[in-house]
């Protein structure tokens, strides 16, 4: 890759992995003002601003936040663990003060906005996170339980839970890597899309992700086969498979 | 905001403005290996993968394209336009390659977490590309024909044309600034959501978001009818009101 362009944000991406082992030491409320600071300036669809975020430190509610979650330490022993919410109720307030009414909340293209926009914002704090020394990981996790959450946080109507990210200063002893993704041919096509694109290199794929976690003591995994358990099973959705009665209890139909 | 820490990659972060107007100037194959690069290596839901992009420089399919959507010099003056697709297709070829069935992928949180992590890949991507000094623009309007994009792109079943992209070098004639955001407090709560949060300082982003599009040659504009006209009526959809039979036609139920 030595001929490619290059920049420091790039060298910085490149090196991003997932910290889920942190030190004790706290984040503070300016790291935080300067990490979703940054996130406001990312792109938002048709500048609607739907999203908000709740930076909880209180030892006990992470607690009850992770046992709703099947119990994770880099919930629990993060120092700040965001959760990033699809907010469509200013949006409402503001219709509503107008004499109109909010008309579409119920489509699912404002579901599907509001995650786009909070995988952009959520990414653009994270990656702020990385340039000051902190690390973090998604927690995608919290939407195994929406309805506990939702209480918890004190959810409103047209609010919802969308995405967690536990944050703080990475443990040096965690040891992780950066996990090996499918090749640039696997994802990036030209003009139209070409299904056989991937297929040559998977098998050079799955010897890099093979080798990857034999390196953190697990050997003998395969991408293909975790993928099926994933994506090919109910169980593999744990709970996640009730996530449109979710999604209605919370305002947002999706229909 | 003198006090709060920053880096260089924030520095990036904050002064990001939507680029609509380009140089003639190409974007290389290595510029673009080295965006969908950096793209590739920040988080994916359970290492899943499970998007696509497509870069189009063709001039004839940018014109098709951008006439489906309501016709946009962004979208044929880019030097390349980016397709980012959902893309389940890989991992249902993976499952049943194993005897296995897609026996989830009619599920809305798979569409769901396709968007947020379609969203995460495209910000870095976006980002990436500022730090080599181009610019562009997220194009949320292709969703508002996805069934002639997904013909035009040749999408199979299981891949859905979630977000466009235009990259180029950046015309400095177009002299757009930086958009106001609402406050930070009016996004970030603590411990528990607070609905009443962004009221005290939304007379103050009136005002900040007027003067901004004044200085435009916009002037008398409002966040709150903004909003209202975009998400208040169906007119405001721009045809998106039908995404739920969009997503079907592509294997995204969505149940």
Not at 4 to 31: E, M, N
Not at 120 to 147: D, T
């Amino acid at each position: 890759m030595s001929e490619l362009p290059t920049s420091a944000v790039i060298d910085l991406q490149r090196a991003h992995r997932s910290v889920r082992k942190f030190l004790d030491t706290p984040v503070t409320d300016a790291q935080l003002a300067a990490i979703i600071g940054a996130a406001q300036h990312a792109s938002t669809s048709s500048n609607l601003q739907v999203w908000s975020v709740i930076a909880i430190r209180d030892a006990e509610r992470k607690a009850r936040l992770s046992a709703a979650i099947g119990n994770h330490a880099y919930v629990t022993h993060a120092p700040v663990f965001l959760v990033w919410v699809a907010d469509l109720a200013r949006n409402a307030e503001l219709i509503k003060a107008q004499g109109g009414e909010p008309a579409t909340f119920h489509l699912i293209e404002n579901t599907l906005l509001s995650g786009l926009d909070i995988g952009i914002a959520a990414q653009s704090a994270l990656l702020a996170a990385e340039s000051l020394g902190l690390g973090g990981v998604f927690v995608g996790g919290i939407r195994n339980n929406p309805a506990v959450l939702s209480a918890e946080l004190g959810l409103p109507k047209y609010a919802f839970p969308m995405v967690g990210m536990s944050i703080g200063v990475p443990d040096p002893d965690e040891g992780t890597g950066l996990k090996p993704r499918l090749p640039l041919t696997g994802v990036l096509h030209h003009e139209q899309y070409d299904g056989d694109r991937w297929k040559p290199s998977i098998e050079q794929y799955e010897e890099s992700y093979e080798g990857y976690f034999a390196g953190q003591g697990h050997p003998g995994r395969s991408w293909a086969r975790t993928v099926a358990k994933r994506l090919g099973t109910i169980e593999g959705m744990h709970g996640r498979h009730t996530m449109r009665d979710s999604l209605r209890e919370q305002g947002f139909d999706s229909e």
